[in-house]
Nanobody, 117 residues
Framework: VQLQESVPGLVKPSQTLSLICTVS??????????WSWIRQPPGKGLEWMGA???????SYSPSLKSRTSISRDTSNNQFTLQLSSVTPEDTARYYC??????????WGQGTQVTVSS
């Protein structure tokens, strides 16, 4: 399986960040995989943002739930992240990740997002 994040470029404060993860090698509707977005700010640890599972059900980190939306496009085998009202604190490397059970077993290479005016 391979996961590839899109490249958003520079995002300005208050804008909405949109990222796409393109998955190859397995259908995102395959039982019982979950598909997550995880980020890592500079000098900090990993932060799970949310996920969409094989059935299309979503779950979000409580701290980001009000600003986060995850959806999918099954025809293109992609899932997307939208993060609204971004601030410089949202600057991070963003990863799309496959989960199975309690493990995250496949990661994209990550995409750098910088929020700056």
């Amino acid at each position: 399986v391979q996961l590839q994040e899109s490249v958003p470029g520079l995002v300005k404060p208050s804008q909405t960040l949109s990222l796409i993860c393109t998955v190859s090698g397995v259908s995102i509707t395959t039982k019982y995989y979950g598909w997550s977005w995880i980020r890592q700010p500079p000098g900090k640890g990993l932060e799970w943002m949310g996920a969409i599972d094989y059935s299309g059900s979503t779950s979000y980190s409580p701290s980001l739930k009000s600003r986060t939306s995850i959806s999918r496009d099954t025809s293109n085998n992609q899932f997307t992240l939208q993060l609204s009202s971004v601030t410089p604190e949202d600057t991070a490397r963003y990863y799309c990740v496959r989960g199975f059970g309690l493990a995250w077993d496949s990661w994209g290479q990550g995409t750098q997002v910088t929020v700056s005016s």
